[in-house]
């Protein structure tokens, strides 16, 4: 019947698959039935993508914007296509001699389709492996106009961001909520090319120089043997490495810390760890540190709270930051700079500048802010944008320059390397998250996976052949500009100044800084990852280290491992403490914090619509749990379960509300009588419920209730007059208490130790 000839090879063929039987037609082939399935055969409109997933607006590397069309070959045309754009009729089915016969080796499609699947994967960040990342903008004030002429950091001047951050030791898939060092790299595409700023949520480093990285990393990572522990710390190589190069005391103190286990990516400080150099308009220098500060301020987990997280959602951290993008709650943070004068020495207060393992103390040097950047919208695709970006501690603008601090020096060199390998070859910074917003003109050429076609037949400078282009910046724009710095003369040696040599004076200031309860927290983090080790000596190493930063940290810690403490081999020096390094004693915005609604499903549901509706004006997130899934109240206002006992567990909230009874006999909890099993039953409250109440309150956060909520708490062992438990009778008395609570993060009371 089919008139054209290609319709009738195509039927020809079809018959030689199935035997001329129109029952085994191939649904869309030309003449066939129509598909039995409801699948759309018409082009429709894509959805719009969501205003928050918008990405930076590429630009080519010439300089002219690259929008879906030009020279960007993805998702064009509205029919499915092989990667040549030939049409497809069908992709379900190999081609087969006869639907029960062998594959056929010509079926290009089949081919072309698992040849791509199988290269999908490219080799993960060998540190910093698994990460999340958001796209933004960043806003300059102005006032470092008098120590750099970085224009984005001139007044109202509006930069696109990327950040991406990062646990560093963990495998891509590995869990969120680890302690470990958080990345924190920040893109920003400024019109004057792409500055990065790669920095960590710790403001030191583990080691001193470059040349060691490879060993700290080796000693980090799982073991070779049997490939574990995974994103771990808590074992024997990493504390045989850092017992023995005791410049990584700091860091690791740092690790041990609350620092080690944030709440949110949202609420951690970041650093640019080394100092900086920046020159002004007139070419006047001035050393730096870069800190951000997050608006939210600096929260932590506590440590049984990260375990539990890292099996019930190994995502908390990815999750919590797209969710509060999309939610509209902008994550935002103040950057900030230290700045010391830029002495020969380039020290400041007898801190050495250069040597990564220090802090300036805030007290000593404030950080003055400097701009705003906050993170507006989530990344469309994960594998373009959040594992395709590649950052570089050399991307430096006009205004900001290195040091020579030796493990800046190493870093200048590797990340340039690394992404060579992991992107597959030099032309990374054409993939669309690596373009910079600036145009581009740069003479380096061919590679693999090059995607521009260069004009022009001479890409050197000089040339007279076309045109002499691309012509130099004159010195007052141009980047790289070296600061004409006296290198101090000497001959090659591999060794560290003197002023290297101290590992255990800034650890002191730290611990001293630390309240009663960070100090606990330490001590209970030390008594773990050295429990953990199997070798007594890297043990009694690690409480030498311990007893040199303070007999105070060693004691409980030797007590915890059944060791006996050893005393310091080296002068306990007197610290002066820096108060702004506790992240505790101050309140802070609750915005975006999660609180649980429990109720029964039957009780007090005006009060449970109540303090839903009031949480969320207060700008926090109510998940209102349930016994069962669905509405409550169909016949009023329904309110919408957003949890059940099954899915909820007590780590995704903040704060725990139980919304109260109208009276007794009417348990709004979810009562369970064990022996008849009928829900609703009063009398025993359900074990779910039970243990979400434990939890919360073993883990320091508000407990809140109303009416009868004092039966449940009581049920769960805890109790009513204690430090951030509120029963009153009115959700709406209970609602201000518990808001006001969660200012502090958490109720501290309950962990101080005990006397
Ligand atoms: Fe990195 N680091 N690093 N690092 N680093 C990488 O680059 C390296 C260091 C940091 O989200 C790698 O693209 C060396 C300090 C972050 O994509 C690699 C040394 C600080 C990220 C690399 C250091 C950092 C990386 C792996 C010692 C804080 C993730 C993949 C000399 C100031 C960036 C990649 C992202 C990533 C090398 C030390 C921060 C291999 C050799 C200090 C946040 O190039």
Not at 66 to 76: D, H, I, N
Not at 221 to 230: A, T
Not at 317 to 331: C, F, T, V, W
Not at 701 to 719: F, H, Q, R, S, Y
């Amino acid at each position: 019947t089919e008139k054209n000839p290609i319709e009738k090879a195509a039927r020809k063929a079809a018959d030689a698959v199935t035997g001329g039987n129109p029952a085994h037609d191939i649904p869309g082939r030309p003449g066939a039935e129509p598909p039995s399935f409801d699948e759309p055969t018409e082009p429709r409109q894509p959805l719009p993508p969501k205003p928050d997933q918008r990405a930076p607006a590429p630009v080519s590397p010439t300089g002219r914007p690259t929008g879906a069309g030009e020279g960007v070959r993805a998702q064009s045309g509205e029919r499915l296509t092989t990667a040549q754009g030939n049409r497809l009729y069908e992709t379900d089915h190999s081609l087969k001699a006869g639907p029960r016969g062998p594959v056929l080796l010509q079926d290009h499609h089949l081919r072309e389709k698992i040849t791509h699947f199988d290269h999908e994967r490219i080799p993960e960040r060998v540190v910093h492996a698994r990460g999340a990342a958001a796209h933004g903008v960043f806003q300059g004030y102005g006032t470092a106009a008098s120590v750099t002429k970085a224009a984005f950091l001139g007044k109202d001047v509006e930069t696109p961001v990327f950040v991406r951050f990062s646990t560093v030791l963990g495998s891509r898939g590995s869990s969120d909520t680890v302690r470990d060092t958080r990345g924190f790299a920040t893109k920003f595409y400024t019109g004057e090319g792409t500055f990065d700023l790669v920095g960590n949520n710790i403001p030191v480093f583990f080691i001193q120089d470059a040349i060691k990285f490879p060993d700290i990393i080796h000693a980090g990572k799982p073991h070779p043997d049997r490939e574990i522990p995974q994103a771990q710390s808590a074992h024997d190589s990493f504390w045989d490495f850092v017992t023995l190069h005791t410049e990584a005391t700091h860091h690791t103190l740092w690790n041990m810390s609350d620092r080690g286990i944030p709440r949110s990516y949202r609420m951690m400080e970041g650093f640019g760890v080394h100092t900086f150099r920046l020159v002004n308009a007139e070419g006047a220098t001035t050393l730096v540190k870069f800190h951000w500060k997050p608006k939210l301020g600096v929260h932590s987990l506590v440590w049984e709270e990260a375990q539990l997280v890292n099996g019930i959602d190994p995502d908390f951290h990815r999750r919590d930051l797209a969710d509060a993008i999309e939610a509209g709650a902008h994550p935002q943070w103040e950057l900030g700079i230290q700045t010391f004068p830029d002495t020969p020495e380039q020290t400041f207060e007898g801190i050495d500048l250069l040597d990564p393992t220090n802090i300036v103390p805030e007290e000593l040097a404030p950080v003055q802010p400097i701009g705003l950047m906050t993170l507006n919208a989530n990344p469309t695709n994960y594998f373009a944008e959040t594992e395709q970006v590649a950052f570089h501690p050399g991307h430096l603008v006009p205004g900001i320059d290195v040091t020579d601090d030796p493990l800046l020096a190493g870093r200048l060199f590797s990340y340039l390397d690394t992404q060579i390998s992991r992107l597959g070859g030099p032309n990374f910074a054409q993939i669309p998250i690596n373009r910079p917003h600036a145009p581009v003109n740069d003479m380096l050429r061919d590679g693999m996976h090059q995607t521009a076609v260069h004009t022009g037949v001479a890409p050197y400078h000089p040339n007279s052949l076309d045109g002499g282009c691309p012509f130099l910046a004159g010195a007052d724009t141009g980047a790289y500009i070296e600061t004409p710095v006296t290198v101090p003369e000497s001959q090659k040696v591999r060794e560290a100044a003197a002023s290297y040599d101290d590992h255990f004076s800034q650890p002191r200031i730290f611990w001293r800084s630390m309240s009663a309860v960070e100090r606990e927290h330490i001590v209970a983090a030390y008594t773990f990852e050295l429990g953990k080790c199997y070798e007594q000596a890297i043990k009694e190493r690690g409480l030498q280290v311990l007893a040199n930063i303070d007999p105070d940290l060693c004691g409980p810690v030797a007590e915890g491992l059944g060791l006996p403490a050893p005393g310091p081999t080296v002068a306990i020096e007197s610290a002066e403490a820096s108060p702004a390094l506790s992240q505790l004693g101050r309140t802070w915005p609750t915005d975006g914090r999660v609180v649980a609604v429990v109720t029964g499903g039957q009780g007090d549901l005006d009060g449970v619509r109540a303090a839903r509706d009031a949480l969320s004006a207060a700008g926090l997130v109510p998940l209102v749990v349930a016994p069962t899934g669905g509405k409550l109240d169909e016949g009023g206002d329904p309110i919408t379960v957003q949890r059940t006992y099954a899915t909820a567990r007590s780590v995704e909230f903040d704060a725990v509300l139980l919304a109260g009874a109208p009276g007794p006999g009417n348990d709004a909890y979810g009562a369970r009588d064990a022996k008849a099993g009928e829900p609703g039953a009063t009398g025993v409250v359900d074990p779910r419920v039970l243990l979400m109440i434990a939890e919360a309150y073993r883990h320091g956060k508000a407990i809140g209730g109303w009416a009868d909520a004092g039966d449940a708490l009581t049920a769960a062992g805890v109790p009513a007059d204690d430090p951030g438990v509120v029963v009153t009778g009115a959700a709406s008395d209970t609602l201000d208490q518990v808001t006001g609570l969660l200012g502090e993060h958490r109720v501290w009371e309950r962990f101080a130790p005990p006397a």
